[in-house]
């Protein structure tokens, strides 16, 4: 029994600890490339991958057929609020109606929180648009971060994690969590694809995010091992 609850208790610090270091590193990612930004260290890198997914011949003219512009348009659209909220209301609703009354607070304060942070940064940094390219979709806001990427970190594994913790088998957590990945990284690519945002926006974006999901993540299991919240479920 006693060595049974020591490894319990060295897999949860294993746990808590990687945690931590990402978190760590995703803030330490974000000001890295906010400090280059800043300092104009980025334009160059920028720049180049902006170019490489154009016709050199045309710089207004996307690389690949008419059909991937289209599809890079349609995945866009899963980093707006439109798409977000529909799916941030829905999983809210489901968790609801499992009784997870606490986790679908949690989900509706740790997305509207990630939205906050995002609007707050790109009035902070207000950096300028991309202009070396034609944008392939209307803009509105500042660059930095990309606000389409950021949201779909923040939204998709926060969404992600917090289904995962109600769901009892393994194979479909680890579904949850891919496909909240896959997701983040095609809004990401799309954006720059675009040209609607410079590279170090979108790595921003999801430095940023990315570090917004996880850290709700352990708050939500401290709040479990306390007791404030559904347990995690594992499966039998």
Known sequence: MISFLRDIFHRFEAVTLASL?????????FGALASEMIEGDLEAFDRTILVALRNPADLSDPIGPRAVEVMMRDLTALGGITVLSILTISVILFLALKGNRRSAGIVAVAIAGGQGLSHLSKMLFSRPRPDLVPHGV???TASFPSGHSMMAAVTYLTLAVMLARVEPRPKIKVLYVALAVCLTAAVGCSRVYLGVHW??????GWAAGAGWALAWLMLASWLASKGEIEPDRKSA
């Open 199 to 204: 590279p170090s926006d979108v790595l921003a």
């Open 138 to 140: 209307e803009v509105a």
């Open 21 to 29: 270091v990402i978190i760590a590193g995703a803030i330490w990612a």
